[in-house]
């Protein structure tokens, strides 16, 4: 008898989020920015996860939050907040926070972490014309990234031709090649 009700109740719990996440204008148009926002991300930080430093084309990579997406819009889009990840990392991993944090720090200094934390407290709400204008932002920012090569982000080590190496011998490596 258990058992068969347990299903039941999954079912039901499911319908209910159904109902929840119907998309209102405001959620769909929070969704393209997300597809545009996370394709920035992502090419920005050259496909390299910013927690094990492992390096894929940047479709194959996820855009992941340190502070989660639950915590509001004030980080949701933060450009900080929000890394390149690797897929094992970002979905199983819970984000590999501790190796994240320590990252944060090497690229965004000391103080990152209580930056945010304070952002997080705040409350913001983005109308819809807000919405359109950080999408075009967006769009602009990723054309202009096909001018630049991407910065490393990894600061500890990156991938060069296969192989992880130290910063140092990184950045004399791609130094290199671009000369
Ligand atoms: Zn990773």
Redesign the pocket.
């Known amino acids: 008898m258990k058992k068969r009700k347990q299903p039941r109740k999954g079912k039901k719990r499911v319908k209910k989020l159904d109902k929840r996440s119907k998309s209102t204008p405001g959620a769909k148009i929070k969704k393209s920015l997300w597809k545009v926002f996370s394709e920035y991300i992502r090419q920005r930080d050259g496909g390299i996860?910013i927690?094990?430093?492992?390096k894929d084309f940047w479709r194959k990579m996820d855009a992941g939050h340190y502070i989660p997406k639950t915590a509001g819009l004030m980080l949701y889009f933060d450009e900080r907040n929000v890394n390149c990840?690797?897929t094992?990392?970002n979905r199983w991993m819970h984000g590999?926070l501790t190796k994240y944090a320590i990252a944060l720090r090497e690229k965004y200094g000391e103080t990152i972490l209580e930056e945010l934390d304070k952002k997080r407290k705040e409350f913001k709400k983005i109308s819809i014309p807000e919405y359109q204008k950080m999408i075009e932002e967006y769009k602009t920012k990723i054309q202009e990234l096909k001018t630049k090569p991407a910065k490393l982000i990894r600061v500890n080590f990156g991938w060069y031709k296969g192989e992880i190496v130290k910063l140092k011998e990184y950045n004399e490596k791609s130094n290199l090649n671009r000369r």
């Not at 927690?51 to 492992?54: A, E, H, L, V, Y």
């Open positions: 996860c927690s094990c430093g492992k990840q690797c094992y990392c590999n």
